[in-house]
């Protein structure tokens, strides 16, 4: 009987000690998950602020800023109006049409993927992601737009 007792205990310990570590297991994975987690989230949070970021810039004697700088990456939906091969710094262009109830301005759009500009085909609608990137000094009346496809 005594042989039994001893055996049941023996055996209740080393189920609590398989299960005591099952647990701690479980519990490391949930910490590697998190720190997986959180680290996506540092990243994120970093992307949004250098897509958000406006740069310090100096005031008039008005008090308005006398450079503007605005970046982001928009979805836009346009019509291809045609293609063109560009140089070595723009490879390629595609001048396209966003469609508006007051206007169809066109836009030129760079992009540097061979492969992707050579699937658009002229005439049809496309959603394009595209990094757009503004800069305004006023008082050189200096402006610069960059338009740029962005392939993933």
Known sequence: MKNRILI???LLLSLSACTSADSVEALNEKI???EISQLALTEENDT???QNEVTDVPLN???YPSSIKYKDVLDIEAKVLEKQKGDALYPFYVLVSQE????????LLTIEDEAVFNNYEVGKIYDFKVYTEVVAHK??????????IVTE
Do not use: C, Q, W
Request: no cysteine; net charge negative; hydrophobic share 45%.
């Open 8 to 10: 049941m205990i023996l």
């Open 32 to 34: 590697k998950d998190l």
């Open 48 to 50: 949004l602020k250098a």
């Open 61 to 63: 004697e008005y008090g």
């Open 100 to 107: 508006d109830v007051d206007h169809n301005t066109p836009l």
């Open 139 to 148: 008082e050189s009346g200096n402006v610069r737009f960059m338009f740029m």
